[in-house]
């Protein structure tokens, strides 16, 4: 199935036709098969699939953290196929911003220190009234000289979120972002999401396993054996229905 969305192809993130082969010969295997979709700015979209559906797989290439074996990425008109390693670096470091499920702070660095440090490696100069507005923008006022022992989970998760977003990156990638936090933890963190989204013109891309997660996504792409099977958009966005979804397809890759 292939999906795309009506935007200029001059922003977002474009996949056409991306393969990403792991391996040679007998031992290769195949997690992406010929993937072709838009993110358009603006929008949030969730990737769901069973497990080896090739989720991740989709959001690294999509990111520029892996190379596809085959096809075409861009992001905002750029195509990642064309840049070498360092040219690839700098694109992700103004455009792309990326968000896991294990936080990945600095333990020995502040809330302020993390969301400052891209900026940094960039050779960029923090400045503190930016860094605190980071922090601020998501809900952590005065809590910028904390180092990540002596925060929550969640506001953990937070803070890589304002470090994702201090470079006011064209992409937001996030995988699990709330596969670490407790039930009413995650809620804070997704209407967080939402509001980037819809406030901001944020364009979020998020691998999820959570139904409910999902439900707060303008479209759900679902995937099985490294291609998207299904889609769904507007109504049809609800946890119970996508927790069918994939129910169906879990049950299909256990054939």
């Known amino acids: 199935m292939t999906t795309t969305t009506e ?109 400052a440090l891209p900026l940094r490696l960039a050779g960029r100069p923090a400045d503190p009234v930016e860094v605190r507005a980071a922090l601020a923008e998501v809900g952590l006022t005065g809590r910028g000289g904390h180092r990540p022992s002596q925060l929550s989970g969640g506001e953990q998760q937070r803070v890589a979120i304002a470090r994702a977003l201090i470079a006011r990156p064209s992409v937001l990638f996030a995988d699990e972002p709330t596969g670490a936090l407790d039930t009413t933890t995650s809620r804070t963190v997704l209407r967080l999401l939402r509001d980037l989204v819809d406030h901001q013109r944020q364009t979020l891309v998020m691998v999820t396993h959570d139904p409910v997660a999902a439900s707060y996504a303008d479209r759900v792409l679902f995937l099985a054996d490294g291609r998207v099977v299904e889609e769904a958009v507007g109504a049809d966005i609800d946890a119970a229905s996508i927790a069918s979804r994939m129910a169906g397809l879990e049950e299909g890759a256990g054939c």
């Open 7 to 115: 935007t200029s192809t001059e922003r977002g993130v474009t996949l056409r036709s991306v393969r990403k082969v792991y391996g040679s010969g007998a031992r290769a295997v195949t997690a992406l098969d010929g993937v072709t979709t838009d993110f358009a700015p603006g929008t949030f979209t969730a990737v769901m699939g069973p497990s080896g559906s090739g989720k991740s797989t989709l959001l690294h290439c999509a990111a520029g953290l892996d190379r596809p074996t085959e096809g075409t990425v861009r992001i905002d008109g750029t195509d990642l196929g064309t840049l070498d390693e360092t040219g690839l670096t700098v694109l992700r470091r103004g455009r792309v911003g990326f968000v896991f499920q294990a936080f990945n702070l600095v333990s020995a660095l502040t809330a302020e220190q993390n969301v």
